[in-house]
């Protein structure tokens, strides 16, 4: 079992920066790839980037890239998000899910059987 914890929603004004934290706990870390979604209220959860065990091999949905940073830190057993430029339509309870395959379909959610509780965003205009 994989336990994760996200910190660091909040409010922010459009334009501004958030960092998401994943601590992850219960399995190795070195041996999960994780990923970012988010839930917009009346929409489907949707992905948000991901990264590989590696922590070099990411992938990004087009909405975030160049805004969007995704990383990890192993001596931490956390996986970040950074957020940047953010737009009132970035919106969205996001969460942070585990996963012990890496492939093509890394944007899937059903790739990731362990999730977090997630953490709510609100940019405002």
């Known amino acids: 079992q994989v336990q994760l914890v996200e910190s660091g929603g909040g409010l922010v004004q459009a334009g501004g920066s958030l960092r998401l934290s994943c601590a992850a706990s219960?399995?190795?870390?070195?041996?999960?790839?994780m990923g970012w979604f988010r839930q917009a209220p009346g929409k489907d959860r949707e992905f948000v980037a991901a990264?590989?065990?590696?922590?070099?091999?990411?992938g990004y949905a087009d909405s975030g890239k160049g805004r969007f940073i995704i990383s990890r830190d192993s001596a931490k057993n956390t996986v970040y998000l950074q957020m940047n430029s953010l737009r009132p339509e970035d919106t969205a309870v996001y969460y942070c899910?585990?996963?012990?395959?890496?492939?093509?379909?890394?944007?899937?959610?059903?790739?990731?059987?362990?999730w977090g509780q997630g953490t709510q965003v609100t940019v405002s205009s």
């Open positions: 899910a585990a996963t012990a395959i890496w492939s093509k379909s890394y944007g899937s959610q059903g790739n990731y059987p362990y």
């Open positions: 219960g399995r190795t870390f070195s041996s999960l790839a």
């Open positions: 990264i590989k065990w590696n922590g070099v091999d990411t």
